[in-house]
């Protein structure tokens, strides 16, 4: 059954795909034990990591040992691990050292620490009802309460809402006063996407929470998005938009509607990285056949744009089809993107933090929910290259 290839006569590909480390892990580390070269591990084209030989640890650096079983078994956890701590692995074999693995280094790490490009992300799942808006504002918090490593305080936090329902724009107190700017087409990304000579609208600060600057959505938004599709250069005016907000934020998270439209497109022309929220249900992935086609014609804008991680929720371990979902994402869909762990599906603490305007670490701070929420957030970043 396993795939086995022998790289003692021919050198292995280099990069190596993610999918083919499992079945040719031994043959890699004998190469590159033997050779003394290295290899790099990609995943969907980014690199993620390499297998060196052991002399070319730097001899101070602290290193960690792992079987090279345990490796194999536990690719996607390693690999995690070590780009969140950077400290590499050295793999073993019967108890001896053989190879080690070694995180990739960030190409932007000597710039200046000021002039690092704000992270840009959006959430998208054609499917409604999978999770999008509550992921990005319940990750956008949580990134907002932590410190970013190249500035060294709080990340900068943009929310943009692109959705016309308005959910994210809604669920942050925003629309509850009928006289707020929140309501204007001027204060949402409307005006800009039809031109891009408009001044960009200011973001407004979330009612309950201050650290987070958010440009809102309402239902005025919705005639823009048929005219979007009209005339395709204006799907990346978004994309023009953000650079000009280059510098006054860390991470730029943009909730999208449930669409492959005008606005979905606009929003994805925009950002590096998709993250995919499914809700736990087949109807939540049935639409994947389009996913890849849409990021290829986004990338005409983004072009590094890609599917950075698929992110479960509303999550019942003790449901078969529940699991069937994650089998099928880890399975299936790990050549397209990685998997978080799941979050759990807990109704009433959710749907109470949505009612309250709130999220869940203000709502029930010492909920279960809060840690699956914080370990999600440790893994997106690792996942996206930047560390927790
Ligand atoms: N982990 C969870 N457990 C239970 N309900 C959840 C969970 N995550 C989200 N929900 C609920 O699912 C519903 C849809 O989520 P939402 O984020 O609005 O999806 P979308 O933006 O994709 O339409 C909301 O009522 C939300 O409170
Ligand atoms: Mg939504």
């Known amino acids: 059954m396993t795939h086995k290839k022998r ?63 345990r490796f194999r078994d536990e690719l996607t956890a390693t690999l995690w691990d070590l780009n969140t701590h950077r400290e590499p692995y050295q793999i073993t074999h019967y108890t001896a050292p053989i190879a080690a693995l070694i995180p990739i280094d960030p190409p932007d790490r000597q710039e200046s620490p000021m002039t690092s490009p704000a992270l840009r992300i959006a959430i998208w799942n054609e499917s409604g009802g999978s999770g999008k808006t509550t992921i990005a504002v319940e990750i956008g918090y949580l990134l907002a309460q932590r410190t970013n490593p190249v500035t060294g305080d709080r990340n900068r936090v943009l929310l943009i809402d692109t959705d016309p329902q308005g959910s994210l724009t809604r669920r942050l107190g925003l629309m509850d006063d009928p006289t707020s700017p929140a309501h204007r087409i001027s204060s949402t990304v409307g005006n800009y996407l039809n031109d891009p000579e408009e001044t960009p609208p200011t973001p407004m600060t979330a009612t309950n929470f201050p650290e987070l600057q958010v440009i809102p959505s309402n239902n005025k938004l919705s005639k823009i998005d048929a005219t979007l599709l009209m005339n395709d250069e204006d799907i990346g005016n978004l994309r023009k938009m953000l650079d000009q907000f280059e510098g006054r934020f860390d991470i730029i998270l943009i909730d999208t509607p449930p669409s492959r439209g005008g606005l979905a497109r606009a929003a994805l022309s925009a950002v590096d990285h998709i993250l995919i929220p499914v809700n736990s249900s087949m109807k939540s992935i049935e639409n994947f056949n389009h996913v890849l086609e849409v990021v290829a014609q986004c990338r005409r804008f983004s072009p590094k744009l890609k599917v950075s991680a698929f992110v479960v929720t509303s999550f019942n371990k003790a449901v078969n089809h529940d699991r069937e979902v994650l089998q099928i994402l880890n399975e299936h869909y790990v050549e397209l993107a990685p998997t978080t762990s799941p979050i759990t599906n807990r109704k ?24 699956e929420l914080n370990q999600v957030t440790d893994e997106l970043l690792g996942f996206m290259g930047v560390g927790a």
Not at 51 to 60: H, K, M, R
Request: glycine share 2%.
């Open 348 to 371: 009433a603490v959710f749907n109470d933090a949505m009612i309250s305007r709130t999220v869940v670490p203000c709502w029930k701070p010492k909920d279960p929910a809060v840690r």
């Open 7 to 69: 790289f003692s006569d021919e050198p292995p590909p280099n990069p190596v795909p993610l999918r083919d480390i499992r079945a040719q892990l031994p043959d890699l580390l004998d190469y590159v034990a033997a050779t003394q070269h290295s290899v790099t591990i990609s995943n969907y084209g980014t690199p993620v990591a390499r297998l060196v030989p052991l002399s070319d640890l730097p001899p101070n650096q602290p290193t960690r040992s792992i079987a090279m079983r």
